[in-house]
Nanobody, 121 residues
Framework: QVQLVESGGGLVQAGGSLRLSCAAS????????MGWYRQAAGKQRELVAT???????NYADSVKGRFTISRDNAKNTVYLQMNCLKPEDTAVYYC???????????????WGQGTLVTVSS
């Protein structure tokens, strides 16, 4: 089975930086998309950034210019570099993986356990 392990969350002051990591393990034939989502207290989960295995990226308008998503295919790991953090970035951040187990299989989806990012003013 495929699992995602997240790390890198913590408490920082506004204007600071954090780097989140998400490592995938298990039987993975190919990855379509890896991404980051976040859920603030009392709000629905929202997309932060995604990246495909050919390098196409997509960002939420609220993080463009501040966050950068990247990947290390050899390690099956995706990163989220977060700069110029704002209090409104405070949320639990979840890693998401869209993958397939075989050449002809359909794509499956798995979520990480979440890592808390708290930005103080």
């Amino acid at each position: 089975q495929v699992q995602l392990v997240e790390s890198g969350g913590g408490l920082v002051q506004a204007g600071g930086s954090l780097r989140l990591s998400c490592a995938a393990s298990g039987s993975i034939f190919s990855i379509n998309t890896m991404g980051w989502y976040r859920q603030a207290a009392g709000k629905q989960r929202e997309l932060v950034a995604t990246i495909t295995n050919i390098g196409t990226t997509n960002y939420a308008d609220s993080v463009k210019g501040r966050f950068t998503i990247s990947r290390d295919n050899a390690k099956n790991t995706v990163y989220l570099q977060m700069n110029c953090l704002k209090p409104e970035d405070t949320a639990v951040y979840y890693c998401n993986l869209d993958y397939r187990r075989g050449m002809w299989s359909t794509y499956l989806e798995v979520w990480g356990q979440g890592t808390l990012v708290t930005v103080s003013s």
